[in-house]
């Protein structure tokens, strides 16, 4: 997929403004087609095309390439607007989080977030919607050292019992993340996502305000993209996400007309949205399936035969035929692999 197909996900041109006080805007903006007023205007939106070529120009004209792990940590609970009042008015640290792997990607269009438990651990969860290619290490870990920061703030977790995954490889600065991260940092994984304990969504937040709360979720819905393609794509992985929560050994794979239904469009509908993303159902089954499938494989106790009926392929023979297409080697190579402490081989990716 790339940025053209989903030009039409417009985003506030108010993203970026904050950077022309860190690098000369002219220089920012170069090819973007924008004017400083522009970033100024809240009424103003822009392509993501427009703010990818920003980004881009932002890395170029850093100092230093780690330069936005500082800047990322300076945003916490100030710079989102009704997000950042929902995450800091959350009833528990559960009910801010879901709200800003909600709200968040209305700000960020080109990611998709989800949250799910899996076991012990709740998984938040990135992922690109288009290829972001130089600037995904910019674009994937901002956010997350924004919720760091705001759970090391409001809450006082110790962040080293959290843990982030990327999938990608180490980057020039990577010495540099323990300053900033304060939890481990794992690279080369087959998603990007911050995993913390279960047990911290119960946390209850002492500055708690519910007619505050109530407000900052309001005026987050009334801001959610108006994009109906985006939007489609949230709610199929939501789905599917949902979905797979509760262990079934008779479950069978969810169906494009289930899903369809579910969303309230026609089959035909939901073809076309996501044909419109350069995506098709299958694919994204398939993508979801992939990493479902490292994320059981990861708990040793579980049988492999286990993994492939809990994603729903009653024969486990079909499970290791897909899990070869997807990681180029077999679910029990992967899984010695990983407890080796090897990492998948970049060439199995897709």
Not at 169 to 175: G, V
Request: charged residues 20%; neutral net charge; proline residues 6%.
């Amino acid at each position: 997929m790339t940025t053209s197909e989903i030009e039409d996900l417009l985003m506030p041109a108010t993203y970026g403004r904050h950077l022309t006080r860190l690098f000369e805007p002219a220089r920012l903006l170069a090819g973007t087609g924008l004017t400083e007023q522009d970033l100024h205007d809240p009424t103003r939106r822009i392509t993501v095309r427009q703010a990818l070529q920003y980004i881009r120009n932002t890395m170029a004209l850093a100092p230093a390439p780690d330069w936005y792990l500082a800047w990322a940590g300076t945003l916490a609970d100030h710079f989102h607007g009704p997000i950042s009042i929902a995450l800091v008015s959350a009833p528990t640290l559960g009910d801010g989080l879901d709200a800003f792997l909600r709200y968040f990607p209305g700000r960020v269009p080109y990611l998709h977030m989800q949250g799910h438990s899996a076991g012990d651990t709740h998984v938040c969860e990135l992922t690109p919607l288009i290829e972001l290619d130089e600037a995904k290490p910019v674009l994937i870990e901002t956010p997350l050292i924004v919720l760091l920061q705001h759970l090391h703030t409001v809450y006082g977790v110790d962040l080293a019992e959290a843990r982030i995954e990327l999938d990608y490889s180490p980057t020039p600065h990577a010495a540099s993340y323990p300053r900033y991260f304060r939890s481990p940092v794992q690279f080369s994984a087959h998603r990007n996502v911050l995993v913390v304990p279960s047990a911290w969504r119960a946390l209850r937040n002492l500055d708690y305000h519910e007619s505050t709360w109530s407000h900052a979720l309001a005026r987050c819905e009334a801001t959610l993209s108006s994009s109906s393609e985006r939007t489609t794509l949230g709610a199929v992985r939501d789905y599917l996400g949902h979905a797979f929560e509760i262990a079934n050994r008779r479950r069978a794979l969810p169906t494009l007309d289930e899903v369809a239904a579910h969303l309230h469009v026609t089959p035909r509908t939901l073809i076309r949205r996501l044909r419109s993303l350069g995506t098709t159902y299958q694919d994204i089954m398939d993508g979801f399936l992939r990493v479902r499938a490292a994320e059981l494989l990861a708990n040793d106790r579980t049988k492999i035969k286990e993994v492939a009926a809990a994603l729903g392929f009653h024969n486990p023979a079909n499970f290791g035929k897909a899990f070869k297409r997807w990681y180029g080697v077999s679910p029990g190579g992967f899984r010695a692999r990983q407890c080796s402490g090897a990492v998948p081989l970049d060439e199995a990716r897709d």
